[in-house]
């Protein structure tokens, strides 16, 4: 049997938990088989057939017979049933057929869509599975944290999720939040020894367990146990992360349709003694009552309104924006300040050293992306062997304190790790140093991991002759505070501090990215000890290029016009970011808030700066959160970007929080409401359009719905309270409404962006899907349909036509106005009269088709004059149904021009004004 068989709890579960933390590190390497460079993939396909992949059960979800049980929960499938009843008791047979035929016709397209929508959401959250860097044949590889095996090395930092069981073999500063499994809400400093065999959880320092979170430092693990065979495996096997679809405003509407119904209802009861007041037989006054609470309730929409949340979640995530909270879907299109990131969001994240600075002078070095090949240039010559032997001592130390590696594919580069010291180690090729033999001759005994606070990163190296050294590179301000001499670690000279810091600013404004190296020869092989970042010797700086996005130059400007402002809130030095901002078309003065400042301002100071500032420079993550919380207490709606875990706090504070999800952290993807796949700037914007898109599509769909269930209820209540003859049978409502709300409510879900959507500023928050317009076109649109039937059925009469051919141009009339009046909801406040505006979209044009032959064959077909007792209509009646919805169209069309331009349909944002 193969040795990794020792899973902490194994699959026949006879043998004993194997006490993983009470080994020694050698043990365990041989007992789970496991070579220092990690598992081959054949050795991983076997393990992974063997033990499964790494993953806990997911709840099960509702079964489909319960799904589609639910969808006769609602009070007008009661409403019907109760009606099919009943005229099944007065044997009324046609009726009870057709209305039976239109519940379960209800309920098949409610189970398919809420399917749908949900199976949209399913793909979504597989996007953001979990991901985790392993250590195989010893490359490090990122890969699903679904794929691991036991025995696979796992390389963990700040902000990753601990993906199984781990034996830690290496922790550098390590601690591990453990209270998901322990309750213990303080982290757990880490540590690599051998604890004692009876040891609990929470003493079992050398572990490093599924599902918790790493707070600080980093370390290697060893996976002892996969899926349900971990501790949080054992503790609930289930996963329950279930997302409805549900929003605020959603829910609202939800709430806002029952009380509605409850409305219906009493004017329905008030309808029916009215009706038998009016001595109407009461199977006939209830067979009207049952016609008018169908044609008000507006049964389709919640449905139509998830689908249009569901869809434009889709759109985002084809475009690279996962939404993790549906909420944010509605929050997006109301965001006024984005706060972005620079490195990698706003600028490409692509680094190359273009320059270098040391004791002798500036140097140019030349090259191609993370390609090995280039020159070092003093004015354009190459520089002398001295100058060489200089370059090479910065790109060893700069080597090794690094974790990144660079890696060919088919003739293509690419850096594993952080791209800055990928970068690095491009360098030390152009010196023509082997960073493989640089690393293997100088081992590293002990180390400082980067983190975003202390802003820079140490280690210390074994030399070959036994002496140690330790090595230094962070942001030039840190290092040079560390230093007291300069140009090499063997042969230093008094540090000129302010030629160093001329040189910094010169590269910074320049929009270069600088780091400084620093190295000192130890008598400890400690890095925590005081003497290892102290009385350094300054090496260099390397100014590092990392050029903007054309893509977000683009998207910078369509802010400015749809009045978001963008602020770049950057770890970086000011030089840089302003030179980066000014390159984006952020340009604002010379205004910019350092870190250092930002801290001593008390909280009206900072609401004060923030309205003026665009650039943030030398920030920490803490100070994210106090400018999100600054900006909200100005009113503005923010989305925040972030990628450590210490950025955290700011994105669960931001309205929107957008985690990265390629350099981000799984701690911050946790906390955030969107991830960016592609770590793109432009996509945060494009995710606002679409979050605009979304808004405005739902309140198509109301403003389409409510008038046309409107006008029909209004057609039954004026005809019994005048003593009218109805001009519609309740039979006839049920077919209009089943295939209108189908036909031509859903395609509004479908609808595009409006070309303004981006050129308007943000809508209110607080602006509910009613705005005053919405209710004001809602009544008369009402008022509209209902006259329009009236007068197509009234002339009809009175030229002599029967009952029947009355009915049925009436109901022909009505569904050319609704189809009509879908044309004028697809733009709510400009022209529909336009090119765009007729031409429609695939869903509107197959929708009308749909609905045109459904017509056709309600009005000619023998089986329709069975169950609707529909008549045949003349050519000319055919031309006085299209006028009727053509008039309507017209009169909207001139009511948007009139009323429609004193009100805004979106709601403006009481402090932004579009800017210029
Ligand atoms: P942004 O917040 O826009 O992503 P940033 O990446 O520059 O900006 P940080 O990652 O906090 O912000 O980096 C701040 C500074 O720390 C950098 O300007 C650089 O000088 C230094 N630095 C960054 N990464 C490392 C690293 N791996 N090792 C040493 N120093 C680093």
């Known amino acids: 049997m193969p040795k990794h068989r020792d899973q902490a709890t194994p699959v026949d579960g006879d043998a004993p938990p194997v006490p993983w933390h009470a080994l020694d590190a050698r043990t365990l390497s041989t007992r789970l088989d496991t070579p220092v460079d990690g598992l081959n993939e054949a050795e991983v396909r076997k393990r992974l057939e063997q033990w499964g992949p790494n993953q806990l059960p997911h709840a099960r979800s509702t079964p489909a017979w319960r799904r589609f049980a639910r969808q006769f929960n609602n009070l007008l499938i009661y409403v019907l049933l109760i009606s099919a009843a009943t005229t099944l008791a007065l044997q009324h047979f046609i009726d009870t057929s057709v209305i039976l035929a239109v519940v379960l016709a209800n309920a098949l397209i409610g189970f398919i869509q809420e399917g749908r929508a949900e199976q949209a959401i399913e793909a979504i959250r597989s996007l953001i599975a979990p991901r985790t860097t392993v250590l195989r044949e010893g490359t490090r590889r990122s890969i699903d944290a679904t794929a691991i095996v036991p025995g696979d090395l796992v390389l963990l930092e700040a902000g990753d999720r601990v993906p199984a069981d781990l034996r830690l073999l290496h922790a550098s500063r390590m601690r591990i939040d453990e209270s998901l499994l322990t309750g213990e809400s303080v982290a757990i400093d880490k540590q690599v020894d051998a604890v004692p065999q009876g040891a609990g959880l929470g003493d079992r320092l050398n572990m490093a367990f599924s599902g918790t979170l790493v707070v600080a430092g980093q370390g290697l693990g060893i996976v002892v146990a996969t899926g349900i065979r971990t501790e949080i495996g054992r503790i609930s096997t289930l996963l329950r992360n279930v997302q409805t679809l549900k929003t605020p405003l959603l829910k ?107 004791a002798g002078g500036d140097i140019e070095v030349t090259g191609d992306g993370y390609q090995p090949h280039g020159e070092f240039l003093r004015d354009g010559q190459p520089v002398a062997q001295t100058e060489a032997q200089a370059i090479r001592e910065l790109a060893e130390m700069a080597v090794l304190c690094n974790d990144a590696e660079l890696q060919a594919h088919d003739g293509l580069w690419s850096v594993s790790g952080d791209p800055m010291e990928g970068a690095l180690v491009v360098l030390a090729h152009k010196a023509g140093l082997d960073p493989h033999t640089v690393r293997a001759n100088n081992p590293r005994v002990s180390e400082i991991p980067f983190d975003s606070v202390q802003k820079f990163m140490a280690t210390v190296h074994r030399l070959p002759d036994g002496r140690h050294l330790g090595c230094v590179k962070g942001a030039p301000e840190q290092v040079l505070d560390m230093c007291a001499a300069q140009g090499s670690a063997a042969d230093a000279a008094p540090l000129s501090r302010a030629e160093w810091e001329t040189a910094i600013d010169r590269l910074a404004h320049a929009g270069y990215r600088v780091m400084a190296v620093a190295a000192r020869p130890l008598t400890k092989a400690d890095c925590a000890a005081d003497e290892a970042i102290q009385n350094l010797t300054l090496i260099g700086l390397v100014g590092l290029q990392d050029p903007p996005r054309q893509e977000a130059l683009a998207a910078v400007a369509e802010c400015q016009h749809a009045g978001i402002r963008v602020k770049m809130i950057t770890g970086d030095h000011v030089g840089t970011a302003m030179a980066i901002a000014r390159q984006l078309g952020l340009h604002d003065g010379d205004k910019a808030l350092l870190g250092t400042r930002l801290e001593k301002m008390d909280d009206e100071a900072l609401r004060e700066a923030v309205r003026h500032t665009t650039v943030f420079a030398r920030t920490t993550p803490e100070h994210k959160l106090r400018l999100v919380q600054a900006l909200q207490a100005n009113g503005e709606v923010v989305a925040m970007t972030g990628d450590g875990i210490n950025d955290a706090p700011a994105l669960k504070q931001a309205d929107v929080g957008v985690a990265m999800g390629k350099k981000g952290t799984e701690a911050a993807k946790e906390a955030a409401e969107m991830v960016l796949a592609d770590d793109n700037f432009a996509t945060i914007v494009t995710a606002i359009r679409e979050g605009r898109t979304v808004y405005d599509n739902l309140r198509k769909v109301i403003a389409w719905t409510l008038p046309t269930n409107g006008g029909e209820s209004l057609i039954f209540i004026v005809a019994i309270a005048l003593g009218l003859t109805l001009p519609l049978s309740p039979l006839q409502v049920l077919w209009i409404n089943t295939i209108t709300a189908i036909g031509l409510g859903l395609v509004l879900a479908f609808e595009p962006a409006e070309p303004a959507v981006m050129n308007r500023p943000p809508r209110r928050p607080d602006s509910g899907l009613l705005s005053n317009y919405l209710i004001w076109r809602v009544i008369l649109v009402s008022v509209l349909m209902a006259g329009g039937t009236f007068l197509a059925f009234e002339t009809a009469l009175a030229l002599g036509r029967d009952l029947e051919t009355a009915r049925t141009l009436a109901v022909n009339a009505i569904v050319a106005m609704e189809a009509f009046y879908l044309f004028n909801v697809r733009f709510l406040d400009t022209r529909s009269l336009s090119l765009q505006g007729l031409k429609g979209t695939p869903a509107v044009l197959a929708g009308l088709s749909a609905i045109i032959l459904l017509q056709l064959a309600f009005t000619y077909t023998p089986q329709a004059r069975m169950l609707f007792d529909s008549r045949p209509l003349a050519w000319l009646d055919g031309a006085a149904v299209i006028g009727t919805g053509l008039a309507l169209f017209t009169l909207m069309e001139l009511e948007k021009l009139i009323i429609g331009r004193r009100f805004s349909v979106h709601g403006q944002s009481p402090h932004e004004k579009p800017h210029a």
């Not at 434009?312 to 939404?323: L, N």
């Not at 300040?337 to 040391?358: F, H, P």
Request: positive net charge.
């Open 252 to 358: 609202k509407m939800d709430r806002f349709g029952r009380q509605l119904a409850a409305v219906i209802l009493g004017v329905s009861m008030a309808v029916f003694i009215g009706a038998l007041a009016r001595g109407i037989p009461w199977d006939d006054a209830f067979l009207v009552v049952v016609g008018l609470a169908v044609s008000a309730i507006p049964e389709g929409l919640p449905a139509v309104l998830s689908i249009t949340l569901a869809l434009g979640v889709r759109r985002m995530a084809a475009r690279q924006a996962i939404v993790r909270l549906m909420p944010a879907v509605e929050t997006l299109g109301a965001v006024t300040v984005i706060c972005s990131d620079k490195t990698g969001t706003l600028t490409r994240n692509e680094m190359m050293v273009a320059q270098i600075v040391t």
